[in-house]
């Protein structure tokens, strides 16, 4: 069995942006509610030796909501998870709150860094400030400057990966892709991970979940994704379900897709830890669930 990432779900549902494919507001909460939340440590460790002993290379905070609203629960996940020396550990967040109050964000960093944090994933939609406005900040006038928050990343020794949602409308072309491809270039950007958006098969709410429906993209358009890269890239590297790792011109380029499910049952793609305990290998199915 195969496990390619160790989720950690930090924080709450609480997010400062507004995304209107926002999953967490699709699938089931287990247990997560606005406010931080008590994290169940002695289970966080039992998950973390179990991920170690199956061989999983890649820790990943994350959350239902923004991750970075509870940065001393952050500092604490990675102090609780220190000694298991996971060779990569990621960050996933929307950049927002740390290019906002960078001054408060600094610190963190710099402590988050010497805890082993190596990744700093950042959820995009498109490599222009407008279009990521429309999606993240619909609510304001200016989306961040996205080139100074990699720069200041990289100033403290992260690596950077661009987590790209494909939605119709927005990267959903192999010219939008090359000038996605082009941005990342431009900023030194280590990775670049397409995904097509995605949403669960039972939804708790019926709004995102049809503006959701509504941003899918074709498989026309998946096929043109897919084909840029063919034709534009080397293959490097096949992770588990059918993910494929492309270099193209230098820049590290994976398409991947939204399942976490293995149909044929040989394969987990990732444990989600919860911090009430639970730990789970599918967002969406209640069943999926090992603790
Ligand atoms: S950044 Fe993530 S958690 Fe926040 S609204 Fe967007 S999809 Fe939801």
Redesign the pocket.
Known sequence: MKIQTFSILTGSEA?N???PF???KMTPPHGIELKEPQVNWRNFRKACLFARQSGVTTAMLTGK??PTLFPAQMTKYLQAMADLEFPFIELQT?GIHIYEKWEQYDEHLSEWYELGLTTVII?VVHFDAERNREI?LPHRERYIDLPCLLHRLHDKGFSVRLGCIALNGYIDSGGKLEEMIRFAREHRVEQLTIRPVNAPQDTRDADVFNWTKEHFLTSYQFESLKNYLRLNGTELMRLVHDAIVYDVRGQNVCLTNCLTLDPDGKDIRQLIFFPDGHLRYDWQYEGAILL
């Open positions: 997010c942006a507004r995304c926002c999953v967490s909501g923004e929307n959820s993240y």
